[in-house]
């Protein structure tokens, strides 16, 4: 199966430079409307069969004019939320920067945790648990390689990109994921693959094209072996 890793359009937090967290009504922008509805033209021509998103507001409106060009209804799940920034939410990220925290959660995040909040390691793991197990209901439900959406947010979106790449979640930082962006890993039985990362152009599909990797015995790959299977990152 593959996911589309789909980040809200831009914010009214983003433009205020604030993190907005949990924060209740936070909302698109105008410019995040405008890439709300542009998804419709990026997207629906791919055959997508289910969308998954984030409670919060933001995700809901983002997904709100494909869902409905599609004939999809989004699938609500809490575990692909934003971070729990506990007091560090609604602050300015310009005051942020002061905390001695903040130099941990750019060098190395794994060991954050956010004050009354969340550590990021925690994050990781619901939300790549929750990636992986609507992808393989989603398999089972289709029968193969079929396409879906998970609308959520940038570090969520960062964690589950450096978990496919067999990366450290201290290296996530290194990984950019910008609102409306669309990041896309195929998931298989011998490993995932990351075919796009932050893409934020026209339409996906061109990279979407091509069909799932082989399995190692189409490859002649073994265990330790020096042979590359299919699969490319953007």
Not at 27 to 36: F, K
Not at 134 to 143: N, Q, T, W
Not at 148 to 154: F, L, N, S
Not at 196 to 223: C, F, K, M, W, Y
């Amino acid at each position: 199966m593959t996911v589309l890793l789909l980040r809200h359009g831009r914010s009214t937090s983003n433009t205020a430079h604030t993190l907005a967290g949990r924060s209740e009504g936070v909302d698109l922008d105008d410019r995040g409307r405008e890439q709300a509805a542009a998804l419709v033209e990026r997207l629906a021509e791919l055959p997508i069969r289910a969308i998954v998103r984030s409670p919060l507001l933001r995700c809901e409106r983002t997904v709100e004019p494909l869902a409905a060009a599609l004939g999809i209804q989004p699938v609500v799940d809490e575990r692909i939320i934003e971070v729990d920034y506990g007091s560090w939410t609604g602050r300015k990220i310009g005051e942020l920067v002061k905390e001695p925290l903040w130099a941990v959660v750019q060098q190395q995040p794994s060991a954050a945790v956010f004050p009354e909040g969340e550590g990021l390691a925690a994050v990781q793991a619901r939300a790549v648990a929750a990636v992986r197990e609507h992808d393989r209901r989603l398999a089972d439900e289709h029968g193969g390689d079929a396409l879906w959406i998970a609308c959520t947010h940038g570090d969520v979106i960062k964690s589950v990109l450096a978990d496919a790449l067999g990366t450290h979640l201290d290296s996530f930082q290194r990984i950019n994921a910008d609102p409306a962006s669309v990041s896309v890993i195929r998931y298989t039985p011998v490993r995932p693959f990351v075919i796009h990362v932050n893409h934020t152009g026209a339409a996906l599909n061109s990279a979407l094209s091509s069909p799932p990797p082989p399995a190692p015995s189409d490859t002649g790959e073994v265990p330790g072996g020096d042979a590359v299977v299919g699969g490319s990152t953007g």
